[in-house]
């Protein structure tokens, strides 16, 4: 199947055992990705946890699918408390691929986070996947860094 990776580096004003325990949630991806509606049938087996994310696609902005996405998380909190880690596989009823791995390093002022993702498709699939990969790595930046904002 082809393959891609995309990684997107940001910083976040927020400690790293915060944006861990914020990203080692499954309820907390909804709206993290402007696709993800919904998360359902979270299942625990110690750090790793299966859940269902419901991805809401629009066309020709009236007709609506829901994506069912079988997702498997694990948060690795070894490096703590310079680095942790939290990686991850999604499963597309479209058969698209996505290995993730967030790694999470302490910074002076807060944290930086690598968002990496590797994207395996059927043929055809690749760039459509790649470019809504990408777009939603960038929001995902952006509402987390939101999310977890510091007053001043």
Known sequence: MPSTELKHTFRIAAPLEEVFAHLAEPSHYV????????V??????GGTVHYTAVERFRFLGVLRHDNLIDVTLTAVPDGLPHTADIVGEVRSPARVRMNYR???DRDEAGSVVTDTLRLRTPPGLLHFAA???????????????DRLARPA
């Open 40 to 45: 359902r049938d979270v299942r625990r087996d």
């Open 131 to 145: 470019s809504q990969a990408g777009a939603v790595q960038r929001t995902r930046a952006r509402v987390l860094t």
């Open 31 to 38: 709206g993290l990705s402007p696709l993800v509606v919904a």
């Open 102 to 104: 967030f790694t999470i």
